[in-house]
Nanobody, 120 residues
Framework: QVQLVESGGGLVQAGGSLRLSCAAS????????MGWYRQAPGKPRESVAT????????YYAGSVKGRFTISKDNAMNTVYLQMNSLKPEDTAIYYC?????????????WGQGTQVTVSS
């Protein structure tokens, strides 16, 4: 089992910034990737940003590239999402995601979600 605790969501005006944090505990030794997804009302969950736990390679959705930065602290088993120049369309519940890989078995673990609301 992997447990995830998220923090940092809230209400911000357009153009503002927020920083999300996600601390992982439990069977984190097999972490492969960590990242953030989001889900707006009436829309499917989408990947926002992902970081490879060992190599540090990153992926960003096109809609956030240049505005969001994902980073990690391996010692603290924590991943961060710095969100700048926020737009109303960034409003969503943001979920932390951890992918573990043990042998050929890949599992996804999810946080409880944190609300981000950007007002215009």
């Amino acid at each position: 089992q992997v447990q995830l605790v998220e923090s940092g969501g809230g209400l911000v005006q357009a153009g503002g910034s927020l920083r999300l944090s996600c601390a992982a505990s439990g069977r984190t030794f097999s972490t492969d990737n960590m990242g953030w997804y989001r889900q707006a009302p009436g829309k499917p969950r989408e990947s926002v940003a992902t970081i490879n736990w060992s190599g540090g390679d990153t992926y960003y959705a096109g809609s956030v590239k240049g505005r969001f930065t994902i980073s990690k602290d391996n010692a603290m088993n924590t991943v961060y999402l710095q969100m700048n120049s926020l737009k109303p369309e960034d409003t969503a519940i943001y979920y932390c995601n951890v992918q573990t890989l043990e042998g050929l078995t890949r599992r996804h673990w999810w946080g409880q979600g944190t609300q981000v609301t950007v007002s215009s």
